[in-house]
């Protein structure tokens, strides 16, 4: 079963800049990764799956991209509802990564 | 516009089974190609699958939690549910629903608000 690794566990930037966060996973997981982003008190929202195509709704400052054991999601210009925590999931086994808090600078 | 509600117990002692029921909307839980989920988010922590019910009446549970979980469909009522045997105070956790779309290879589109469960005596 292959697990997840996210990093960093915290990005620190502020409006307007580039996020990249990172998805590592022990084994390969071909393209079935997904992202969440979740604000705490609400429930999660979905990104990205398929590593790389938008979930409906889903702004294009999001993208996904990677196969294999590497994934990454770039967020191009942050704004400031896109502060909160970031989880990859890969779905062969359903499992999370242990997430990514981007908080602002 | 699909739609899920989790309810059940707030609070549940230690030792007995918790219990919830996810209520659809906007969508059928007998509809071909859907996973219907649960998932868990302990305080302090991050998501953690619980398992999910596929159309067909097959299940699929996460290793570490499947000696306790049962998670089933009652078309009747356009719900799944959620049993969890045994229940310590490490299950304490806001518990969602979700479905797994077809169309996103299965990741999780539409979700519950969620539900708070404590495992307290």
Redesign the interface.
């Known amino acids: ?1 292959a697990v997840l690794t996210q990093s960093p566990a915290t990005l620190s930037l502020s409006p307007g800049e580039r996020a990249t966060l990172s998805c590592r996973a022990s084994q390969s997981v071909s393209s ?1 990764l ?1 992202w ?1 982003q ?1 604000i705490p008190g ?5 990104l990205i ?2 590593a790389s ?1 938008r ?2 709704g889903i702004p294009a400052r999001f993208s996904g991209s990677g196969s294999g054991t590497d994934f990454t999601l770039t967020i191009s210009s942050l704004e400031p509802e896109d502060f909160a ?1 970031y ?1 990859c ?1 890969q ?1 062969a086994t ?6 990514t808090k981007l908080e602002i600078k | 516009q699909v739609q899920l509600q989790e309810s059940g117990p707030g609070l549940v002692k230690p030792s007995e089974t918790l219990s919830l029921t996810c209520t659809v909307s906007g969508g059928s839980v007998s509809s071909g190609g859907y996973y219907w ?1 649960w ?1 868990r988010q302990p305080p302090g922590k ?4 619980i398992g ?1 019910t596929y159309y067909s009446g097959s299940t ?1 549970y ?2 570490s939690l499947k000696s306790r979980v049962t998670i089933s469909e009652d078309t009747s009522k356009n719900q799944f549910s959620l049993k969890l045997t045994a229940v310590t105070a490490a299950d304490t956790a806001v518990y ?1 629903c979700g479905r797994g779309g077809s169309s ?6 539409y ?4 539900t708070l469960v404590t495992v307290s005596s």
């Not at chain 1, 609400?42 to 979905?46: F, G, H, N, T, V």
């Not at chain 2, 991050?46 to 699958?49: F, K, T, V």
């Not at chain 2, 996103?104 to 589109?109: L, N, Y």
């Not at chain 2, 979700?111 to 969620?114: L, R, T």
């Open positions: 079963e079935y997904a969440y979740h609400q429930a999660p929202r979905l799956f398929d195509k979930a409906t925590v989880y999931q779905l359903w499992t999370f990564g242990q997430g | 989920t998932i991050g998501l953690e699958y999910y699929h996460n290793p969602y996103t290879w299965g990741a999780i589109d979700w519950g608000q969620g």
